[in-house]
């Protein structure tokens, strides 16, 4: 699983490429004689909280359900230590026994 400070590593460093990417566009669409993209703060702002609002759903929506195999294994297991039907020292000799096969 990425770390939160390997997420961060990976965001600095795109920022930069994607204005220069904008700023490319520009030169060559300039060059070429076409009209030029024009970024503003109301379009930056309505980007960035649209990239944002779909990150935070899909994230959301991802966090909060068992989609990987593991995970709906391991749901039943977490729901009977919570409510008191399963003890840890069971899981253990679960996780040691399937270790083994």
Not at 23 to 50: F, R, S, W
Not at 52 to 68: L, P
């Amino acid at each position: 699983m990425i770390t939160k400070e390997e997420l961060m590593a990976k965001i600095n460093a795109l920022i930069p490429l994607i204005i220069t990417c904008f700023g490319l566009i520009n030169g060559v669409l300039t060059l070429k004689g076409l009209p030029a993209l024009e970024i503003g703060d109301e379009v930056i702002t309505t980007v960035i909280n649209g990239i944002a609002t779909i990150v935070g759903t899909c994230w959301g929506w991802w966090r909060n359900n068992n989609w990987t195999k593991d995970a709906q294994i391991t749901q039943p297991v977490l729901n009977g230590l919570k409510a008191g039907s399963i003890t840890p020292e069971e899981v253990n000799d679960l996780v040691d026994n399937s270790d083994s096969n």
